[in-house]
């Protein structure tokens, strides 16, 4: 049964070259702790060479000009583990977190679906490389085993016994054991590899006594430990060294524990200086989001709702006895498809924030999304091609950025009498529905007459005569064609409501012919809808009749 292994060396580096991507050209060196106590926990391969080493003081390392400090961040580190988690996900149902930079996989099964074990191996190499992971890949039948080897990568070509603990000088690379050969693959790897880092103080004072006690042996290797024999093995170290044992033979054999954590698709940045512009914040969101989108589509998912926080700074972070802000900024977009496109989705950011500005310097941001199965359509044979959702929205937030957001989406009538009883609300598209085949209509309904209410936005206000409470005559100010004599008329219906409210209507609805004159067309006779406020007591000429 195979197993793989997903680790990614020197993990607080990477988790900082995945946030920056640019520094991965340059020395990088991370600090931990309180200032002035800032020491160095993790350097690059680069800064290794150029005489950084882990345990220096922060003032020790600015004495190197080319060397850039970051500081160790736990949402960054936290990023980096999930993006790991999803890479490994993506490949097998059954997932070990063995640790912060490790993933161990369960690949029974799996050689019919993805291919050959070699080949498995350079698809995950290949995935975790577009999340933004320098990771060690090691295939072996055993979880242990192929664990062991992912991390002996870092002893690849002439890397010392102490550098391993440092992570300074590991490389990506893939690695397949055949089964049956694991002492032959694993026994070149010196038996540092045995011990994990980010010990505990009591478990790195034991690992060193017995690091100690191996090496006054001459047992540097594993070749060399599983050569020992296992009773005088078990005398001298007991229980323990015949574990170790195991291990660099490769015959440990454990079961998986499952990683049950939910979904969470989150990416964050915290700021050394804060931006108050919106073209740096948009720099750093694209990266946000396009990280966000590998992670999403590593599991086959999309995404239909994003929201962003905000760190600001505020007034009292500015002072000396407060630095850190608790203001925040929230936006949530919610999209109408599920979509996954980070150009798309930066744009629409760009414009929501455009409309609405954060008003202070942003010290930290904080993307998450929330995912959904992708969408699938079916195009149809004889129907007219539709726009794109993805443009779609796109179009209508730049005409919300243009005209207001109250102005765009669609219309949902409401339960009321009110003629304007309605409200726009976010346009979802969706699909036709299929109405059932009518009957053919009678020869009555066909010859009769149907008439259309074309409305005026807004009404035209009107000056009325009216003869026994009836009108008679009208005259527009505005529109020179909407007056004349009142040839014909029906009503008045009375409608009103919201008398328990403050926006209570109440109003009188007339049709009217009107007989207009003007040079060119002579006499003319046009319909209208005619409107008494009672409330307010003006006229209005709602709309004309087509």
Not at 337 to 346: I, N, T
Not at 407 to 423: I, M, N, Q, S, Y
Request: some cysteine; hydrophobic content about 45%.
């Amino acid at each position: 049964m195979p197993f793989a292994c997903i680790y990614v060396p020197n993990f607080p580096v990477a988790a900082a070259l995945r946030a920056e991507p640019e520094l991965k050209t340059r020395a990088v060196a991370i600090l931990e702790g309180k200032p002035p106590l800032e020491k160095i926990i993790a350097v690059n391969e680069k800064a290794a060479h150029m005489g950084i080493a882990p345990g220096m003081t922060k003032a020790q390392a600015e004495l190197c000009v080319d060397i850039a400090l970051r500081t160790r961040s736990p949402l960054q580190e936290s990023a980096t583990h999930a993006a790991l988690l999803d890479c490994a996900q993506s490949f097998s149902p059954c997932v070990e977190d063995a640790a912060c930079d490790t993933a161990l996989l369960d690949l029974a099964g799996m050689e019919s679906l993805l291919g050959s074990l070699p080949e498995i191996s350079r698809a995950i190499h290949t995935r975790a490389a577009t999340l933004g992971l320098g990771a060690n890949v090691a295939i072996a039948s055993n979880p242990d085993a192929a664990m062991l080897a992912a991390r002996g990568l870092c002893y690849a070509g002439s890397c010392s016994a102490g550098s391993y603990g440092a992570g300074a000088l590991a490389r990506a690379a893939v690695t397949v054991i055949p089964e049956g050969k694991e002492a032959e693959g694993l026994g070149p790897l010196p038996v540092e590899a045995l011990f994990a880092d980010g010990l505990e103080e009591d478990q790195k004072k034991s690992t060193a006594r017995l690091l100690e006690t191996l090496n006054r042996w001459g047992i540097r290797t594993l070749h060399a430990l599983a050569a020992l024999p296992q009773v005088s093995l078990s005398e001298r170290l007991g229980q323990e060294g015949l574990r170790l044992q195991q291990l660099a033979c490769g015959t440990a054999t454990r079961t998986l524990l499952p990683v049950e954590e939910p979904m969470l698709f989150e990416e964050a940045i915290e700021l050394e200086h804060p931006i108050v512009l919106l073209e740096p914040l948009a720099f750093l969101l694209n990266r946000l989001l396009e990280q966000i989108c590998a992670r999403l589509g590593s599991r086959t998912l999309s995404t239909q709702e994003l929201r962003l926080t905000l760190d600001l700074e505020t007034f009292a972070s500015r002072n000396r006895q407060s630095k850190i802000s608790n203001q925040q900024f929230l936006r949530t977009l919610r999209l109408p498809l599920p979509m996954l496109d980070a150009k798309v989705f930066l744009k629409l950011l760009q414009l929501d924030l455009n409309a609405h500005p954060p008003g202070a310097p942003i010290m930290k941001i904080h993307l998450a999304a929330e995912p959904a199965r992708p969408r699938s359509v079916q195009a149809g044979l004889f129907l007219p091609p539709s726009p794109e959702p993805e443009k779609l929205e796109l179009t209508l937030a730049r005409i919300a950025a243009l005209v207001g957001e109250q102005k765009v989406g669609a219309l949902e009538l409401l339960d009321t009498h009110h003629p304007e009883g309605f409200r726009m609300q976010r346009f979802v598209a969706t699909a036709p529905e299929k109405n059932p085949r009518e009957e053919a209509p009678e020869p009555a309904e066909e010859k009769s007459i149907v008439t259309a209410l074309r409305r005026f936005r807004p009404a035209l206000c009107v000056s009325v005569i009216l003869e026994n409470s009836y009108p008679v005559q009208l005259a527009c100010a505005k529109k020179k064609e909407v007056q004349g004599i009142v040839l014909w008329k029906a009503g008045p219906w009375r409608a009103s409501g919201d008398w328990w409210e403050r926006e209570a209507w109440s109003r009188d609805e007339w049709d009217i012919a009107v007989q207009n004159s003007s040079p060119r067309n002579g006499a003319e006779i046009s319909f209208y809808r005619l409107v008494h406020d009672l409330l307010g007591g003006g006229w209005f000429v709602e709309g004309s009749y087509d």
